[in-house]
């Protein structure tokens, strides 16, 4: 067998799919139907959740009843013993090991468990979309020596979380910049996370195991793991006036740039304004916007040398020091958002299943006579 491939399955149709839309050449990004900037603008990360599962914007009663589950401590809290497996983890462990860890051990504490039927994976979903934030910041008390704070049922998924992680009342721009933070990471079509999610899912296993696969996947510094590294190159930049002989060297020395680049974009991503714009926003509100600053060079030197164009990853990490998350959770803070698309791709890929088993195109020799032992 053999074929022409550009690698990585560069430009391979994997699917038919309903739940989301790229336009790499003009930079559109479209959740069922729905401009991303629109949702943006008008909707909120709980309704966006809604959107994507059920494949149409929610009424007033549905909405209600969506956040009143996605909020309800039954659904957020963790099961104690769960706390005990985290407590019992090394305090060094990274946060995107200890999600992908508390994310595989949440399935034996749930009763659908066993339950692959399209009622079952939705109730699945909403704990999982509520318990990932709970995760999250019960790792950063935890790894800090502090007691995990209570989930607030009258707070949205983002108040609440910030709350959760600071143990303090986050401000209204915090909560607000975080809830677009969320809508903008919530699917993005057939990304590496979510095609892993997709071919576990494809085996007839459960949510649980296709998150468990999708975080992994995530974790990379090619995929969610880059917003992290942006802010380590931030690190060692240090200042804006230092930014420009930084950037310089480091495209001298041919390295990859952490937030550039995209396999679909050809143009600007379009969810980098938005999170550069927030992102300013806090900067001033903090009375410190010398990341953005260092970003913005960066971003001017490197699109001009390389037409290379910021990504997601860019900009979304200065937004989320301003708000005092520590760099090291800027990846499962993305997948707190995203595990809403995984989970939408999860319920299509078993409303419409066939195995995902692709072919490989062999190089290695195919009649080799076995040499025993006593003669190699
Ligand atoms: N810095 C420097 N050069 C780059 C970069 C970059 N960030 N991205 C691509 N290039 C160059 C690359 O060296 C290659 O040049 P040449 O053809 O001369 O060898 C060319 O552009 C094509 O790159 P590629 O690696 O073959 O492209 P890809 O489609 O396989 O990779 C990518 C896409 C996102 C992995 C890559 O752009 C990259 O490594 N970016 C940095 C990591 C990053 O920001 N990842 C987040 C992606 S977006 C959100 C998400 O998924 O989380």
């Known amino acids: 067998m053999s074929g022409e491939h550009k690698g990585g399955l560069e430009d391979v149709v994997v699917s038919t799919s309903d739940v989301c839309f790229i336009d790499g050449d003009e930079g559109r990004l479209v959740y069922?139907?729905?401009?991303?900037?629109?949702?943006?603008?008008?909707?909120?990360?709980?309704?966006?959740?809604?959107?994507?599962?059920?494949?149409g914007l929610p009424s007033r009663k549905e909405l209600d009843a969506h956040r009143k589950a996605l909020a309800a401590t039954a659904n957020r809290k963790l099961p104690p013993k769960l706390l005990g497996i985290l407590r019992a983890l090394p305090k060094r462990t990274s946060p995107m090991e200890v999600l992908r860890t508390g994310v595989s051990a949440l399935s034996a504490f749930d009763p659908d468990a066993a339950d692959?039927?399209?009622?079952?994976?939705?109730?699945?979903?909403?704990?999982?979309?509520?318990?990932?934030?709970?995760?999250?910041?019960?790792?950063?008390?935890?790894?800090?020596?502090?007691?995990?704070?209570?989930?607030?049922?009258?707070l949205g998924l983002a108040a609440n979380f910030l709350a959760t992680l600071s143990g303090t009342r986050p401000s209204p721009l915090a909560?607000?910049?975080?809830?677009?933070?969320?809508?903008?990471?919530?699917?993005?079509e057939f990304n590496a996370s979510t095609f892993a999610a997709r071919v576990t899912a494809a085996t007839m296993s459960d949510v649980h195991s296709a998150i468990t696969s999708a975080i992994g996947a995530l974790k990379g510094p090619l995929h969610g793991g880059?917003?992290?590294?942006?802010?380590?190159?931030?690190?060692?930049?240090?200042?804006?006036?230092?930014?420009?002989?930084?950037?310089?060297?480091?495209?001298?020395d041919k390295a990859r740039i952490m937030g550039f680049g995209h396999r679909v974009y050809r143009v600007e991503d379009p969810r980098a304004k938005h999170l550069r714009r927030l992102a300013t926003e806090l900067g001033r509100q903090t009375g410190d916007t010398s990341d953005v600053e260092i970003l913005d060079i960066v971003a001017r030197i490197v699109s001009g040398d390389k037409r290379l164009f910021p990504n997601v990853d860019f900009y979304s990490g200065a937004a989320y020091a301003s708000m005092g998350i520590p760099t090291d959770q800027f990846t499962p803070v993305f997948a707190m958002s995203r595990v809403a698309g995984w989970t939408a791709h999860v319920l299509e890929q078993h409303a419409n299943n066939r195995l995902i088993r692709p072919r490989s195109d062999y190089t290695g020799p195919t009649h080799l006579a076995y040499v025993p032992l006593d003669r190699r």
Not at 236 to 249: D, K
């Open 116 to 154: 692959n039927s399209r009622e079952a994976t939705l109730r699945k979903s909403i704990r999982l979309t509520a318990r990932l934030p709970t995760l999250v910041a019960a790792w950063e008390r935890i790894r800090r020596g502090k007691a995990p704070v209570a989930p607030n049922p009258r």
């Open 226 to 252: 880059a917003n992290e590294q942006v802010m380590r190159m931030v690190e060692r930049i240090g200042t804006p006036a230092r930014a420009e002989g930084w950037i310089r060297q480091a495209l001298a």
């Open 175 to 188: 909560v607000k910049t975080f809830d677009v933070g969320l809508i903008l990471h919530a699917d993005h």
């Open 32 to 55: 069922r139907g729905y401009d991303v900037n629109e949702l943006v603008e008008h909707s909120s990360f709980e309704e966006v959740v809604y959107l994507l599962w059920h494949g």
